[in-house]
């Protein structure tokens, strides 16, 4: 069994930034993929951003420039750092650990973007 609980959610101004974080805990697979996902009204939970156990970056091109995952694998923590924010940002953000055989999930945080 895995736990997620993220932090960092919350309302900002267009071209503010945000720094999300998921501290993750359980019995963690040595290989595994964490990640931010996003959820907006009315459409389906796409990918943010990613790192996987051997440093295999990925991101999202709506954010690619805009977004930095950083993960600490002592302290089973990953980070998504949101700079220049728009209001398509705005989303509840999942914070995600994937392995070979179970996805895991946070129970989400709600970034809002707006003036």
């Known amino acids: 069994q895995v736990h997620l609980v993220e932090s960092g959610g919350g309302l900002v101004q267009p071209g503010g930034s945000l720094t999300l974080s998921c501290a993750a805990s359980?019995?963690?697979?040595?290989?595994?993929?964490m990640g931010w996902y996003r959820q907006a009204p009315g459409k389906q939970r796409e990918l943010v951003a990613s790192?996987?156990?051997?440093?295999?970056?990925e991101y999202a091109d709506s954010v690619k420039g805009r977004c930095t995952i950083s993960k600490d694998t002592a302290k089973n923590t990953v980070s998504l750092q949101m700079n220049s924010l728009k209001r398509e940002d705005t989303a509840v953000y999942y914070c995600?650990?994937?392995?070979?055989?179970?996805?895991?999930w946070g129970q989400g945080t709600q970034v809002t973007v707006s003036s």
């Open positions: 359980g019995n963690i697979a040595s290989f595994n993929v």
């Open positions: 995600s650990l994937k392995t070979w055989s179970h996805d895991y």
């Open positions: 790192i996987s156990t051997n440093a295999i970056f």
